[in-house]
C-alpha cells in the first residue's frame, strides 16, 4: 500500500473531489481507504425501546486509492510515490521532490 495511516491525502474524483483529509484506516486486500470528514454516508437509525429517538448517523465510507492521492509531508504538493528499499527497509519517495515521505 502507498497510502498509510495518518497520512494527508487529497480527493481527485467523486462528489468529494478537491477535499483533503487524514487517512484513519487502511484496508490493503481491498485497496480501500477511510480519510476523515471524506465520503460520508447517512445511515438513518430507527427508534428502538431503548433509544427514543431515532436520527441520521453520519459515518465515513472507504473509497478506493484510486480516487485519492497523498500529499507530501515535505514539499505539500500531492504526488505520486514511489517504494524504495533503504536498509532493506521499504521506504516512500516522493516523485515531485524525491525525499524520503516517511523519515520524521
Ligand atoms: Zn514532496
Redesign the pocket.
Known amino acids: 500500500m502507498k497510502i498509510k495511516k495518518n497520512d494527508i491525502v487529497t480527493v481527485i474524483s467523486g462528489k468529494d473531489k478537491g477535499k483533503s483529509g487524514k487517512v484513519l484506516k487502511v484496508f490493503p486486500k481491498k485497496q480501500t481507504v477511510i480519510v476523515e470528514k471524506i465520503n460520508f454516508i447517512k445511515r438513518h437509525t430507527r427508534p428502538t425501546r431503548k433509544v427514543q429517538q431515532g436520527g441520521i448517523l453520519q459515518k465515513e465510507a472507504p473509497i478506493h486509492i484510486s480516487k485519492v492521492m497523498l500529499i ?6 500531492k ?1 505520486k510515490v514511489k517504494i524504495e528499499r533503504h536498509s532493506g527497509q521499504p521506504v516512500r519517495i ?6 524520503m ?1 516517511d523519515a520524521k
Open positions: 507530501c509531508n515535505k514539499c505539500g504538493k504526488t516522493c516523485k515531485k521532490c524525491k525525499e515521505i
